[in-house]
């Protein structure tokens, strides 16, 4: 049995548990998908499973542009995977932002390897149930987040003679006395 070289990208499934896929009907009703795999493309829609109402508890605060690379599927560029959309979120939305719903930007020809695309983004608040979905990455399912790094130990700085983040320790000065017995010499 073959064992993955590299390991899970805990970073990016941690990241699939708190912001979630949503998708809209053909009525334009929005809906949260069933969990599908990470690194599965979003070729179409219509074959993904409602998992429940998103109106109501989402709101659409933000779209970002994004590149993914060009496959064709059916003669089309098909979308991207979710693995593809999540580290494309800045920063400054990921605290903000619980779900996304990506879809084709202006260039399709994926003349150049890749294609634009665009992702709107929702805030607001996750049901519980969706919270609490499973995530699947490369055909693994995932239950719990990864717990979140311990901070790294505080490095030695010679020069300052203390740790980076923390105050110098002084220890208490020596104590001479003032007439100290002849050193002893050993035959």
Do not use: C
Not at 51 to 66: C, L, N, P, Q, S
Not at 175 to 183: D, G, Q, S, Y
Request: glycine letters at 8%; aromatic letters at 8%; proline letters at 11%.
């Amino acid at each position: 049995m073959k064992k993955n070289a590299v390991g899970p990208d805990k970073e990016l499934i941690n990241r699939a548990f708190n912001i979630k896929l949503v998708v809209n009907d053909r009525e334009g009703q929005m809906f949260f998908v069933e969990p599908i795999d990470l690194y599965e493309k979003i070729y179409s829609m219509d074959g993904l499973t409602g998992a429940g109402r998103a109106d109501g508890h989402v709101k659409k605060i933000g779209e970002i542009e994004i590149l993914m690379p060009a496959t064709l599927w059916g003669g089309e560029v098909g979308g991207p995977t979710i693995a593809q959309v999540l580290p494309q979120i800045p920063p400054e939305w990921l605290d903000k932002t619980v779900a996304f719903h990506p879809y084709m930007a202006d260039d399709h020809s994926g003349s150049n390897g890749y294609v634009r695309g665009a992702v709107d983004l929702y805030g607001g608040t996750l049901p519980e149930d969706i919270r609490a979905q499973p995530v699947i990455a490369w055909h693994k399912t995932y239950k719990e987040p990864f717990p979140e790094p311990k901070p790294p130990a505080p490095q030695f700085n010679s020069v300052a003679a203390t740790t980076l983040d923390e105050d110098v320790q002084v220890m208490k000065p020596i104590e001479l006395k003032k007439n100290p017995p002849p050193p002893q010499i050993l035959k």
